[in-house]
């Protein structure tokens, strides 16, 4: 059974920084893009990033480029975005996804909320 | 960017309606499409991909339509189960970009 679980959210102040983490199993991690997606409260999805299957390649929209950064451990089978340089804008909850042109397995998500 | 303007933002809908939701690009994104179902507190389900293709375990109610550059969502005798927010996905170019979603709700 594939399984994606997100983790490391919570409350940060703007300006810091904070790191997700997703847990991938079920299936073999090292062959699928992977991305992140967030939503922030009662608003729709909003693409965050996208890394190749080695790393080598990443994508970002202008929202967060520069601010954040995917990667990927593929023998941890794990994927993670940092974050940098928080505003409340980026408040929300993010999920990692298999290969969103696949679109077929998603996290449960992570909330991460940008608040003094 | 590639815009999804996504139609109708919300929609007062009753047992057994047909019900078609519309993405509208901007600019060519050939089948490159997918419509995401979600419900509250809920991960979105992937629903359609490729702009007409059924996902697995989906019901045959769901269909995905394209013309030129609108792409259609549409649901035949909706369930209450099928109440829920729809979006539809571009993954043709990056930056990747969603429609701003559809709310489903009973009247």
């Known amino acids: 059974e594939v399984q994606l679980v997100e983790s490391g959210g919570g409350l940060v102040q703007p300006g810091r920084s904070l790191k997700l983490s997703c847990a991938a199993s079920?299936?073999?991690?090292?062959?699928?893009?992977m991305a992140w997606v967030r939503q922030a409260p009662k608003k729709g999805l909003e693409w965050v990033a996208t890394?190749?299957?080695?790393?080598?390649?990443?994508y970002y929209p202008d929202s967060v480029k520069g601010r954040f950064t995917i990667s990927r451990d593929n023998a941890k089978s794990s994927l993670y975005l940092q974050m940098n340089s928080l505003k409340s804008e980026d408040t929300a909850t993010y999920y990692c996804?298999?290969?969103?042109?696949?679109?077929?397995?998603w996290g449960q998500g992570v909330m991460v909320t940008v608040s003094s | 960017d590639i815009q999804m303007t996504q139609s109708p933002s919300s929609m007062s809908v009753s047992l057994g309606d047909t019900v078609t939701i519309t993405c509208r690009a901007s600019?060519?994104?050939?089948?490159?499409v997918n419509w995401f179902q979600q419900k509250p507190g809920k991960s979105p389900r992937r629903m359609i991909y490729?702009?007409?293709n059924l996902a697995d375990g989906v019901p045959s109610r769901f269909s995905g339509s394209r013309s030129g550059s609108d792409y259609s969502l549409t649901i035949s005798s909706l369930e209450s189960e099928d109440v829920a927010d729809y979006h539809c996905?571009?993954?043709?170019?990056?930056?990747?970009?969603f429609g701003g979603g559809t709310k489903l709700e009973l009247k």
């Open positions: 490729r702009a007409t």
């Open positions: 600019q060519d994104v050939g089948i490159y």
């Open positions: 996804a298999r290969q969103l042109g696949a679109g077929d397995y």
């Open positions: 890394i190749s299957t080695s790393g080598s390649r990443t």
């Open positions: 996905l571009q993954y043709d170019e990056y930056p990747r970009t």
């Open positions: 079920g299936f073999t991690f090292s062959n699928y893009y």
